[in-house]
T-cell receptor, first 113, second 115 residues
């Protein structure tokens, strides 16, 4: 039973375009939502995270949008670059922290030059 | 400061063989985790250790055992490997929210194939 569902499974974007990855969750007890980025042959690394008291968080070209009523959150990558090509995982935790994470299935992003 | 290290990087086992995956962190974190990563299934928690001396089951613990040897080291043991355990295994440790950092740091992974 996947508690956090992520889409799309793969995404191809042209350089300079906007990449959008979506996640939906069922458990209303989730209260911390990070995104992790993974390059081939490496472990995942935290990219950006949000708590449900805000609807949007921006760090550079990366933005999380959060819709509590719809139980959905998304990652937007503006001005996508070939160096952004990686696998992205959304996650959720019900412990107000990143201590116990439930991950989505992952999205493989390819940014063409 | 090496972060989270894992050994070995690659391993091939025959069905029924046993092995231990090693993990160590040098960041003085209390909590450590073992995940497996399979295509299309994301990262699934096998076991975790909230602090030295404690371990708890995660989402997919069957077929695995763990040992929190000390604060630095957390090992994962496969007693009798099965082809279904072919996967990439990641160890992680959690910053604990100290100094405003709330992040799990991951090791480079162990690619395990069971034939």
């Amino acid at each position: 039973q996947q508690q956090v569902k992520q889409s799309p499974q793969s995404l191809i974007v042209q350089k300079g375009g906007i990449s959008i990855i979506n996640c939906a969750y069922e458990n209303t007890a989730f209260d911390y939502f990070p995104w992790y980025q993974q390059f081939p042959g490496k472990g995942p690394a935290l990219l950006i995270a949000i708590r449900p008291d805000v609807s949007e968080k921006k760090e550079g070209r990366f933005t999380i949008s959060f819709n509590k009523s719809a139980k959905q959150f998304s990652l937007h990558i503006m001005d996508s670059q070939p160096g952004d090509s990686a696998t992205y995982f959304c996650a959720a935790s019900k412990e107000t922290s990143g201590s116990r994470l439930t991950f989505g299935e992952g999205t493989q992003l390819t940014v063409n030059p | 400061n090496a972060g989270v290290t894992q050994t070995p990087k690659f391993q091939v086992l025959k069905t029924g063989q046993s092995m231990t995956l090693q993990c160590a962190q040098d960041m003085n974190h209390n909590s450590m985790y073992w995940y497996r990563q399979d295509p299309g299934m994301g990262l699934r928690l096998i076991y975790y250790s909230a602090s030295e001396g404690t371990t708890d089951k995660g989402e997919v613990p069957n077929g695995y055992n763990v040992s929190r040897l000390n604060k630095r080291e957390f090992s994962l043991r496969l007693e009798s490997a099965a082809p279904s355990q072919t996967s990439v295994y990641f160890c992680a440790s959690w910053t604990g929210g100290l100094a405003g950092k709330d992040e799990q740091y991951f090791g480079p992974g162990t690619r395990l194939t069971v034939t």
